[in-house]
């Protein structure tokens, strides 16, 4: 193997005040709280209505249809080891027990 060195030119997008400011720039516009802040809240982990794509290409069903099929429409949806999660199973999470 060979290497080639590649030289690279570095070039302002504008040209530099002749003097520096008289004036020094304003602080931080924000106080510091005194007390922590309250977390955030988790999103609620409810079913999207309508239908949506599933792993078969071109067919798209509601959430209600992953409980079907002893819970073959649930790992085929998803998401497992073995299969990727489709656009119904990341609208159906409730469904899809993929609430965090």
Do not use: M, Y
């Not at 005194?34 to 069903?61: L, Y």
């Amino acid at each position: 193997p060979t290497s080639i060195a590649t030289k690279i030119t570095v070039v302002p997008t504008t040209k530099p005040s002749s003097r520096p400011a008289t004036t020094p720039t304003t602080g931080p516009t924000e106080e510091r709280t005194t007390s922590p802040t309250t977390p955030p809240t988790a999103p609620s982990c409810v079913d999207e209505s309508g239908k949506h794509q599933i792993h078969k290409k071109n067919r798209r069903k509601k959430c209600a249809w992953l409980k079907k099929k002893n819970g073959k429409h649930l790992a085929k949806n998803c998401g497992t080891a073995d299969f990727e999660i489709t656009p119904l199973g990341r609208a159906c999470p409730a469904t899809c027990n993929n609430c965090s």
